[in-house]
């Protein structure tokens, strides 16, 4: 018990700032695979909201296991379709009435991957989000799919129309983050951080060039860098197709330590640094 504490006091520990557990996937083990991980070297995991039915099970399994699990809600651009709008009542009921347990408003973004019939649909969602996280002084986490342009557009537009805002800057992470290293500078310049998974541990994966910078570019600091699974989704290889676990973040950290030349110790510090101060974790 005192080596535990010990323990406790000088490691630092990982947190998964997006994993779905309230999905299929873990259904048939949730409690244990969840406490699994405490045991693993997962401080936290954060579990955003998709849409109105995952509202209820993200909230039981925050207060199930609280200090542990940490509730986002939110409205996924995937999950728009014909009569959007009063699920989007439901949630921003829910989000209002849960706002001091939020540590974010979150899955939300724009995705034109697989389908873009309601692209103006997921932007007038998305603004309402992100003027909802503004009024509320609450980060966002934001997916994007083959719509870069878009998101950083209105994401730029929020922070210019909120700027005065008494809650200052809107901000948040770009989850899943794979993209180039000019799309990441304006992440950054937004003060945005970058969401990094499992994808850095795939074969032909360009992220980790990206991260560690070329004679243009400057390595992108670690102090912008966040850990995340995506969990059930993206386990890292070599467990690939797999259901991803936050444990599994280890072999992400290894390959950051790599990237930056760094430890893993030093890059789970930094991180786990990265999380508590943006989404205000005691
Ligand atoms: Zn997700």
Known sequence: MVNAQINDQMVNDMIDTHIHLDEEAYAPDREEMILRQRESGVEAMLI??????SV???LDLSAAFTGLCYPALGFHPQEVKEGWKAQWTLIEAAIREHRDKLVAIGEIGLDYYWDTTFKAEQQELLRLQLALAQE???PVMIHNREATEDTLRI???AQMTHGTSPNGKLTGVIHCFNGSRETAQQILDMGFYLGIGGVITFKNCKLADTLAGDERFAPIPLER???ETDGPYLAPTPFRGQRNESRLMSYVVERLAQVYNSSP???IEATT???KALFRLK
């Open 265 to 267: 110790e030093a890059i």
């Open 56 to 58: 209820g099970p993200i």
């Open 273 to 275: 640094a990265n999380a």
């Open 48 to 53: 955003p909201g998709v849409n109105a039915s």
């Open 155 to 157: 994401l730029r537009e």
């Open 136 to 138: 509320l002084n609450l």
């Open 225 to 227: 860098l966040l850990l």
